[in-house]
């Protein structure tokens, strides 16, 4: 896997976390 891969997913949980909180 990428690390560019990676750091979107993390992003993407981020934002979803964020936006569920």
Avoid: D, E, F
């Avoid at 750091?7 to 964020?18: E, N, P």
Wanted: proline content about 0%; cysteine-free.
């Amino acid at each position: 896997m990428n690390v560019k891969n990676r750091w979107l997913i993390v992003l993407a949980a981020m934002g979803i976390h964020i936006s569920i909180g």
